[in-house]
């Protein structure tokens, strides 16, 4: 037999008990046990029985309307049997019969059962209200002279920021301060509609919502301008741990709402949530790693095989970056790697090392706020590596993950792609690319179908020369060189693969070339030139 006392008393309505018993697969006789259990609690409330109603109730096995047929004779097999405990029982109880429709158990031994609710006279007695593992108990004469019997008493507890605020109850304390909760309660006591003032204290039993710690504090709720909002006591909240429930207990003279809260740490914690939010990252969890800067990652399961080995890294100089020797020796241009570095005021990289590669997760990256005050609107670029190595970066842009918890106090948070390789700045979709002015030729002398890069040592920019229009006819040796502050910053590249044994190259600074004036041309001579099996093997000094 389970039983267990709910009461809830309605100002017409009586006290409730209940009570239920079990029947074998497809059976509906009633066992010894189950007589044993109807007779006990027949006899405990015979002096108060008002009413009485009989449900019958089968699992899941079988059709509806076989197991309709069925729950109703289970229902009937108990209504016969309470009819042999006393003649005044046939005229208090009702009968009901619901097949498979009320599935209260995952064990479908326990939902073949029929369920016993007594309609209770009730004295002035000691009462407990108990609404899951929230409780109230009301001792004798906590509400004299109105007797209990002609009371009504409310108990809810609330888990969920959707039904605070359908209730209007307030995040806020009388201070206008948010506040996290670990548990709210609601009790009421009232006698003809008009509440009842207690003479004694009631024993209000809160369940947490989530797990205890240190901080909590006793809270009564207070109306202002039709929503409740929230005085501090002082008292601490203290755990009490039961045998199934953990909950706060409190001996409480009032009515109405009641909460364990604490304030919230920092007015950037904008977490809606009022029950739970994100800490700060334990630096020391078997998912986490961090920089020496204090950048923490926290990895999504299966982000890596082995978290042993893998590193975060605040690369503050950006040396992750190609420079232009590293463009030349890729044959690439920032095109190739950056497109849009015209977008992006970059402050740092964030790079997480590992010999093997990330899966398809999620990484969550905290960063210092502190370290990033100079930054306006700090997002991170989510790079990725190129399979020669390098991290190239195009338009994966992550803005911060705002309102999270605590953890906004102290840290930026964002949920990004776990490539390895993040940049830090501010970015600018509308930022136009700069124009850039031709200003001089450039000339290959006896070589045709040259690929020619052209880099910047001061701004770290490469790009691809075009080959020059002269006369509306393509010159396959000449090559457009932009504008730029300094001639002296610029250094060419060049590659030739024309030839079927061997590849040419030279590297020279522009300033050091021959110049035509006439022509406002520079020209490199083909005797200058290195021969390669591969440009791999090329030897670069001037990009340095």
């Known amino acids: ?134 409780e109230a108990f009301i001792e004798k004469g906590t509400y004299r002279p109105a007797k209990t019997s002609k009371s009504t008493f409310e108990l809810k507890d609330f888990s969920n920021t959707k039904v605070l605020k359908s209730n209007n109850i307030s995040v806020e304390d009388t201070e206008g301060r948010k506040l996290y909760f670990n548990s709210v309660v609601h009790f009421k006591a009232t006698f003809g509609g008009a509440e009842l003032a207690a003479k004694k204290a009631v024993k209000i039993k809160m369940p947490l919502v989530n797990e205890a710690k240190e901080g909590y504090t006793f809270y009564e709720g207070e109306e202002k301008d039709g929503n409740i909002v929230w005085k501090n006591t002082g008292k601490p909240c203290v755990l009490t741990a039961g045998a199934d429930c953990k909950t706060y207990d409190f001996d409480w003279m009032n009515s109405g709402y009641c909460a364990c809260a604490m304030q919230r740490e920092c007015e950037d914690d904008c977490n809606t949530d009022a029950f739970s939010g994100v800490d700060r990252p334990d630096l020391t969890a078997a998912n986490i790693r961090y920089s020496a800067d204090k950048t923490v990652a926290e990895f999504e399961e299966g982000t890596y095989a082995s978290l042993d080995g893998v590193t975060v890294v605040d690369d503050n100089n950006k040396e992750e970056d190609l420079d232009v020797c590293e463009q030349f020796e890729y044959s690439i241009a920032t095109m190739d790697w950056f497109p849009n570095k015209h977008k992006m005021t970059d402050l740092k990289n964030i790079i997480v090392k590992s010999e093997t590669s990330p899966a398809s997760k999620t990484t969550r990256l905290y960063l210092k706020k502190d370290a990033l005050k100079d930054v306006k609107e700090p997002v991170i670029l989510v790079g990725d590596r190129h399979a020669k190595g390098y991290a190239k970066y195009a338009d994966n842009v992550v803005s911060p993950t705002p309102c999270l918890g605590s953890v906004n106090c102290e840290y930026i948070v964002y949920d990004v792609p776990s490539t390895g390789v993040y940049k830090v700045g501010d970015w600018n979709s509308g930022a136009a690319k700069p124009e850039m002015e031709e200003k001089w030729i450039f000339k290959v002398r006896l070589l045709k179908e040259s690929v ?93």
């Open 1 to 134: 037999m389970l039983c267990c006392t709910t009461l809830s008393l309605g100002q017409e309505e009586a006290i409730k008990d209940s009570m239920e018993v079990f029947f074998k697969l497809d059976k509906s006789n009633l066992l010894d046990e189950s007589t044993e259990a109807i007779t006990a609690a027949f006899e405990k409330n015979k002096e108060r029985i008002l009413k009485v109603r009989v449900a019958g109730h089968t699992c899941d096995l079988g059709s509806d309307n076989y197991n309709m047929g069925l729950s109703e004779k289970r229902a009937n097999s108990a209504f016969e049997y309470v009819k042999t405990l006393g003649d005044s029982y046939q005229e208090k109880t009702e009968l009901f019969f619901y097949g498979e429709k009320e599935q209260k158990y995952d064990n479908r031994d326990e939902n073949r059962r029929v369920f016993v609710l007594f309609y209770l006279e009730d004295d002035d007695r000691d009462t407990l209200i108990k609404n899951g593992c929230a």
């Open 452 to 544: 020619v890069f052209v880099g910047n040592k001061k701004t770290g920019e490469v790009y691809k020369a075009k080959n020059a229009i002269r006369k509306d006819k393509t010159r396959p040796k000449e090559y457009i060189i932009y504008d730029c502050e300094n001639v002296g910053d610029l250094v060419v590249y060049v590659q030739n693969s024309t030839k079927s044994n061997f590849k040419l190259y030279q590297e020279a600074l522009i300033s050091e070339l021959k110049y035509k004036k006439a022509a406002n041309m520079y020209v490199m001579r083909r005797l200058k030139f290195t021969k390669v099996q591969d440009f791999s093997e090329a030897v670069l000094t001037k990009c340095k």
